[in-house]
């Protein structure tokens, strides 16, 4: 029996380890300055929405389809939607390809396990929170006040840094889990657990 708790530790410790290695051992120089090149942050903001998804889990009959694909649609920034479909992102911890695909259509967004809501996107984030109230489906957004609104995870500058907040009331209320690593590194909106 001790074994097996002191294997768990090890695994527990594994997992932290690598999840602080995808949000901190990024490049030195993306952080350096207030005023990021667009596209570098659109990177480092890949990069936290993939590890959003790696570390979510959805009802099991949102990630058994045949084809084994994690539908992550983007509202409005197709920079993003480039780099999420490039070769550093093509599978998830599940072993389920994650698919990044444009999503305007309410059966297309329904149909995904995670939306991302670009900041030029604000005037349909009432409509998409609405739209996806009771639904499985991880939202995502730059919107300043996203988590407030009722969104799960917001994507913040502060500084010299992108850092995120959990909505964990939201994700709750549809029946997904965050590993309690990620929560750790978040800004917890509402409740705390």
Not at 36 to 58: G, M
Not at 75 to 104: E, H, M, P, Q, Y
Not at 135 to 148: M, N, Q, R, W, Y
């Amino acid at each position: 029996m001790l074994f097996l708790w002191s294997m768990q530790g090890i695994r527990i410790k594994h997992e932290l380890i690598s999840l602080l290695i995808c949000f901190f051992l990024l490049p030195s120089g993306l952080f350096a300055s207030e005023s990021l090149p667009i596209v570098q942050e659109d990177k480092i903001k890949a990069v936290y929405i993939f590890n959003f998804v790696r570390f979510t889990e959805w009802p099991l009959t949102q990630t058994t389809s045949a084809n084994k694909r994690m539908n992550l649609s983007i509202l409005g920034n197709r920079d993003l939607l480039k780099i999420l479909n490039g070769k550093s992102f093509r599978k998830t911890a599940l072993g389920v390809r994650l698919n990044a695909r444009v999503c305007v259509m309410p059966s297309c967004i329904t149909d995904s396990q995670a939306l991302f809501i670009d900041s030029s996107e604000s005037e349909v984030l009432t409509e998409m929170l609405s739209l996806l109230s009771n639904k499985p489906v991880l939202t995502i957004s730059d919107i300043p006040g996203f988590a407030e609104q009722g969104g799960m995870i917001e994507l913040n500058r502060d500084n010299d840094k992108i850092i995120f907040r959990i909505n964990l009331e939201a994700i709750k209320r549809v029946n997904l889990y965050v590993s309690s690593q990620l929560l750790q590194m978040a800004e917890i909106v509402g409740n705390k657990p």
